[in-house]
């Protein structure tokens, strides 16, 4: 869900690459590099530059990519047998060196030992490990001038604000909160010194995520002039803070953007 109009990709192909490292680097993140010759064909455009990741399924040999890069892949991907078919998730870009595209990956493990797709092969990966990219483009995109820019996320938003962040000119003025599971999740990328970075933690690990960040920004003292707003993460976080802003603090619809990643409780496809 969103109400922006995504900064297209760069001649977008569906790139084949392959793990050259995986290590956690907190309780709840694995970060999983991924290179290869199909990296040399990647463009970086910072942000919050995003792209499909194809993961293979337990027992596959080889992966079934597809070979259209417009809208009619899904159709090409849905018209192969589902024992062929890889896994489809979105991730975003962490850091990109020409030697290495960095993604995290938000690991949930279950009380039976259980995890989805994700972060089964986040956990389990391996140097030569092959999946399939295909970039996406760029979620922030403001279309009018502003004072100062708000980001809101929870842990599966946090990519998308560290790659902001580290774009914006030194300029820049701003507050971004991200709800953590645990503080030990904090990361450190570069932030304008005006840009005010708030860590929120769940006191309750099994706690809904989003509720806090949510919480959080509703009780905020936030700067004054116009605001460019970017809210990503679980679907009630966005849907909530965007009610939240356009109602409570009167800020136009069209200085928002907002994309809800995932819903708690449903499982992705």
């Known amino acids: ?11 977008p192909h569906v790139l084949l690459l392959e793990v050259t490292k995986s290590e956690r680097i907190s ?9 290869g ?25 080889s992966l079934k990519l597809p070979t259209r890069t417009s809208g009619l892949w899904y159709a090409q991907y849905l018209a192969t047998a589902k024992p062929k078919r890889p896994y489809v998730r979105n991730y975003t870009v962490r850091a ?5 595209l960095d993604v995290d990956f938000v690991v949930h493990v279950d009380a039976g030992g259980h995890s989805g ?35 809101v996320a929870d842990e599966t938003g946090l990519p998308a604000v560290a790659g902001v962040c580290q774009s914006l000119p030194d300029d820049a003025k701003g507050v971004a909160i991200v709800e953590l599971p645990s503080l030990d999740d904090r990361q450190e990328f570069r932030v304008p010194a ?6 929120v933690a769940r006191e309750d690990p099994a706690g809904v995520p989003g509720r806090l960040a949510l919480e959080t920004l509703r009780a905020a003292e936030l700067p004054s002039g116009s605001v460019y707003a970017y809210l990503v993460g679980e679907s009630a976080l966005v849907t909530g803070g965007r009610r939240h802003l356009v109602e409570d603090r009167g800020v136009a619809k069209q200085q928002i953007d907002f994309i809800g990643y995932w819903r708690h409780g449903h499982a992705a496809m």
């Open 194 to 199: 005006g840009v005010d970075l708030r860590w």
């Open 96 to 100: 990109y060196r020409p030697d290495g």
């Open 117 to 151: 797709p994700a972060s089964a092969f986040a956990l389990a990966a391996n140097p030569g490990d092959q999946v399939g990219l295909l970039d996406q483009g760029v979620g922030y995109h403001p279309r009018s001038e502003h004072d100062w820019t708000l980001l």
């Open 37 to 61: 010759e199909g990296l040399g064909k990647f463009t970086p455009l910072g942000f919050d530059q995003w792209f499909r990741l194809f993961l293979p399924r337990p027992g596959q040999d």
């Open 1 to 11: 869900m969103a109400n922006f109009k995504i900064r297209k990709p760069v001649d």
């Open 27 to 35: 309780p709840n993140v694995v970060r999983v590099t991924f290179g």
